[in-house]
């Protein structure tokens, strides 16, 4: 078994509140009490790492997925955190110092990683400034039009 696996938040949740990560829902309630407990987990990182390379090595299951809470990271988020590793050629330890960071993906469909508010581009090379609505300033134009 992998080590971290034990010290996972979620393990020894009831049943009811293990179903908070497989919600109908991503704005649910039941999700965002999901990510509340992830946000608390001490091995985070260890699962979202796993799960994004699930994804990134099975794209097409992705997208067939229903919505799944791991490491922090609704099924969506991590899509675009997995295409904007493919396209960035970064590293998925420098893709975690950046999420880490407060780095979000793109709510459109550019699979680009914002940085957020009052970061310099600087400070988060790579990543684009946050326009509204959880999306970068071209996709929210996109989105307008
Ligand atoms: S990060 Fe969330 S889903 Fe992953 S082990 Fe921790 S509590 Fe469970
Ligand atoms: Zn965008």
Redesign the pocket.
Known sequence: MRGW?TQ????YLDDVEKNF?FPVRSDSEEAAH?LR??EF?P??R???YEQLCRDVAHPRAVNDRWEE????TRSRERRAIAVWVCKSGKSLDEVFDLIAAGARPCEGDCGRLLRPQGVRAGAMPGTVAIAAGGMCKKCRWKKSE
């Open positions: 696996v996972a938040s979620c393990r990560f999901a407990i992830c987990c091995v985070i260890e699962c979202l809470i791991f490491g922090g």
